[in-house]
Nanobody, 124 residues
Framework: QAQLVESGGGLVPPGGSLTLSCTTS????????IGWFRQAPGKEREAVSC????????YFADSAKGRFTNSRDNAANTVYLRMNNLLPEDTAVYYC?????????????????WGQGTQVTVSS
């Protein structure tokens, strides 16, 4: 059974940084894409970024471009999302999901397993 577990969220002041981890088990990480999504209270789930099996990253959210960086360590079964210069509007629950390919559509069928999410709160 594939599993994904997010960690690394927390409370950070505006301008701060966090690195989220998506630790996987039950499958070979190296042949899958991992997408990052977020959902703020009262809002729809939003695609943030994705790192493909080839290690190519796509940043779907305009606000993430230039501030967020994907990386992966297949040997450690873990994908990372480094977030710099965090803004209050980055406050959300962040989810990682396993995908056969990268897609910005969480309902496209590309993503089949999801983590439970980790809360990121950006506030002074």
């Amino acid at each position: 059974q594939a599993q994904l577990v997010e960690s690394g969220g927390g409370l950070v002041p505006p301008g701060g940084s966090l690195t989220l981890s998506c630790t996987t088990s039950g499958f070979t990480l190296g042949i899958y894409a991992i997408g990052w999504f977020r959902q703020a209270p009262g809002k729809e789930r939003e695609a943030v970024s994705c790192i493909g099996a080839s290690d190519k990253s796509t940043y779907f959210a305009d606000s993430a471009k230039g501030r967020f960086t994907n990386s992966r360590d297949n040997a450690a079964n873990t994908v990372y999302l480094r977030m710099n210069n965090l803004l209050p509007e980055d406050t959300a629950v962040y989810y990682c999901a396993r995908g056969v390919a990268c897609s910005s559509d969480s309902r496209s069928g590309f993503y089949d397993y999801w983590g439970q999410g980790t809360q990121v709160t950006v506030s002074s």
